[in-house]
């Protein structure tokens, strides 16, 4: 079945660790993007990446950090210069740019900093 | 910049009931797309039904319905014959068409609106 998992489903650091987002998909979707999503909030865009080796910096960058190697794998990183890391984590994946075409998510990870 | 705006942080209707959640956007792009997902408690993030701005007819998908009016900014969703599965929280969301690959391909969410389903 196509999809895109995320793992872990919760994942527990202590402040001042960076920690490692995993984000797969086998849709063979071009785009790919992070949300982090707080309580009682909506998505906000941390990365997206159009391509391969190409990813741009959505509305809550700082303190984070992505690569894109390959065209199925998008992780994030939470560094420790992210002041409040305790959130939901999704992943999401789309075909088209620009288009109608609506996002496909992940079942999403909750990181727990303390 | 683009907003969605989500006025209702919490809604409920009965259960075969229908109940319409508020959308509004501001945007000054004339082609645009817009969504709305579900999130019920497994958190996991479903489409619900998608308006393509060029598009003066409304979308419909079985139960679900939107009422979209360009002129106003609006894009209503309503839930006909509620089900106790339709409680989640539901988000109303905007991507621009964009004009090419130097586009900037955001889409970009409201703060949602919590559905309860009374039995």
């Known amino acids: 079945d196509g999809g895109i998992t995320q793992s872990p489903k919760y994942l527990f650091r202590k402040e001042g660790q960076n920690v490692t987002l995993s984000c797969e998909q086998n849709?063979?979707?071009?785009?790919m993007y992070w949300y982090r999503q707080d309580p009682g909030q909506g998505l906000r865009l941390i990365y997206y990446?159009?391509?391969?080796?190409?990813?741009q910096k959505g509305d809550i960058a700082e303190g984070y950090s992505v690569s894109r190697e390959k065209k199925e794998s998008f992780p994030l990183t939470v560094t420790s210069a992210q002041k409040n890391p305790t959130a939901f984590y999704l992943c999401?994946?789309?075909?088209?740019?620009?288009?109608?075409?609506?996002?496909?998510f992940g079942p999403g990870t909750r990181l727990t900093v303390t | 910049a683009q907003t969605v705006t989500q006025s209702q942080p919490e809604m409920s209707v009965q259960e075969a009931e229908t109940v319409t959640l508020s959308c509004t956007y501001d945007?000054?792009?004339?082609?645009?797309?817009l969504f709305w997902y579900k999130q019920p408690p497994s958190r996991q993030m479903i489409l619900v039904i998608r308006?393509?701005?060029?598009?003066?007819q409304n979308a419909t998908e079985n139960r679900f319905s939107v009422n979209f009016q360009k002129a106003a900014k609006s894009f209503s969703l309503k839930i006909s014959d509620s089900q106790l599965g339709d409680a989640a929280m539901y988000f109303c969301?905007?991507?621009?068409?964009?004009?090419?690959?130097?586009?900037?391909?955001?889409?970009?969410f409201g703060p949602g609106t919590s559905l309860s389903v009374i039995p």
């Open positions: 999401a994946s789309s075909i088209g740019w620009g288009t109608a075409y609506e996002q496909y």
């Open positions: 969301a905007y991507r621009s068409a964009g004009s090419g690959k130097t586009s900037y391909d955001k889409v970009i």
């Open positions: 945007t000054s792009e004339s082609d645009y797309y």
């Open positions: 849709l063979n979707h071009d785009a």
């Open positions: 308006q393509e701005a060029y598009k003066q």
């Open positions: 990446s159009q391509i391969v080796n190409d990813f």
